[in-house]
């Protein structure tokens, strides 16, 4: 059974760090690409990127690039989304979720990471 | 950056059909897929490859594609179809991906 689960739910003030995680079974981690998707509250889904744990390419939405890292560590088989310092506005619900093989669409979600920065 | 265009609601009486369209100019070159997602979970795929149906998935959900548009098709709306849903393609390189805003279907 393919399954993403995601660490808990995070309270940070601006200007912290934070690595938030997913980490995937029930297939090989480094044959699937892994994306992020952010949700602030009441609004839409938003794309941030993806990586691929085979050799750890790495794509960003031009809205997210420099703003987060995503990263892959195949010995845990764990994605993960790193901030070197927070904001407000990075107040959301963050899904990580596999893509379906050859195509354009994620096809597994995991449950969903809430990160609330506030001081 | 790259856009996706999609109605912010869309309502329908039950058994009636609701379209829901989304708009990209890399459409013509590109898939999408629809998402449903509902109140406090995460998102479902419901249509991919602008037309297919993932096993699981009623048959009253379908889509099509015409030139820089793509349209969900729902026939017979029922209560539980009520729920946000996402259209999702990438830019014309394929470099990235990008979801429309969304469109709430309420069925009244």
């Known amino acids: 059974e393919v399954q993403l689960v995601q660490s808990g739910a995070e309270v940070k003030k601006p200007g912290e760090s934070l690595k938030i995680s997913c980490k995937v079974s029930?297939?090989?981690?480094?044959?699937?690409?892994i994306a992020w998707v952010r949700q602030m509250p009441g609004k839409g889904l938003e794309w941030m990127g993806i990586?691929?744990?085979?050799?750890?390419?790495?794509r960003y939405s031009p809205s997210f690039r420099g703003q987060v890292s995503i990263s892959a560590d195949k010995s845990t088989s764990t994605a993960s989304l790193q901030w070197s310092s927070l904001k407000a506005s990075d107040t959301a619900m963050y899904y990580c979720?596999?893509?379906?093989?050859?195509?354009?669409?994620?096809?597994?979600w995991g449950q969903g990471t809430l990160v609330t920065v506030s001081s | 950056s790259y856009e996706l265009t999609q109605p912010p609601s869309v309502s329908v009486s039950p058994g009636q059909t609701a379209r829901i369209t989304c708009s990209g100019e890399a459409l013509p070159v590109q898939h999408a897929c629809w998402y449903q997602q509902k109140p406090g979970q995460a998102p479902v795929v419901v249509i991919y490859?602008?037309?297919e149906r993932p096993s699981g998935i009623p048959q009253r959900f379908s889509g099509s594609s015409s030139g820089t548009t793509v349209t969900l098709t729902i026939s017979g709306v029922q209560a539980e179809d009520e729920a946000d849903y996402y259209c999702q393609s990438a830019d014309s390189s394929g470099t990235y991906w990008v979801f429309g805003g969304g469109t709430k279907l309420t069925v009244v």
């Open positions: 029930g297939y090989r981690f480094t044959n699937y690409w």
């Open positions: 990586i691929y744990p085979g050799d750890s390419d790495t």
């Open positions: 490859k602008d037309s």
């Open positions: 979720a596999r893509q379906a093989y050859g195509r354009l669409f994620l096809d597994f």
